[in-house]
């Protein structure tokens, strides 16, 4: 999967996560969840390293990286281009944001993300775009963003 954050008026800045043809890789540990079944409301931690199959999941009362605001289905059948997947979820990560949160991105203190399927994770059958709260400033989130007008 590929993450970009959209800082109000600074182009995207996209880090790959590529979601590797291990689909089927079975958690280690409940605190993980694949990428590819990740949920609105869900807290996150997002992965540091360059490529990632699992994501850590956590309650939302305890320190964490994000959260999901909705999730949105691309219908194609071939994978979009990128510029067009940007397109989209810059679109719809922003609807999904300023429902969930109460308040537009660009009226908040939180920072809208994105993650995108890559072609490899596209093969595993990622077919969404998972959209996230982030704070601004990188601090953790200690609650959830639901509702919150922050």
Request: hydrophobic share 40%; with cysteine; proline share 5%.
């Amino acid at each position: 999967m590929s993450v970009t954050q959209r800082r109000k008026g600074i182009p995207p800045a996209s880090v790959r996560y590529a979601l590797a043809a291990a689909a089927a890789l079975l958690l280690s540990s409940c605190s993980q969840s694949l990428i590819l079944h990740l949920k609105e409301g869900q807290c996150v931690n997002l992965p540091t390293e360059a490529s990632a199959a699992t994501i850590d999941v956590l309650s939302c009362s305890a320190d964490h990286d994000a959260e999901i605001v909705g999730v949105e289905e691309i219908r194609e059948e071939a994978l979009p281009p990128e510029s067009t997947l940007e397109e989209l979820a810059f679109t719809q990560c922003h609807a999904h944001f300023t429902r969930y949160v109460g308040v537009d991105a660009h009226d908040s203190h939180l920072d809208a993300m994105w993650l995108l399927p890559t072609p490899a994770s596209w093969k595993a059958g990622d077919r969404s775009i998972v959209c996230l709260a982030v704070v601004s400033d990188d601090t953790p989130l200690t609650s959830s963003v639901k509702d919150s007008h922050f």
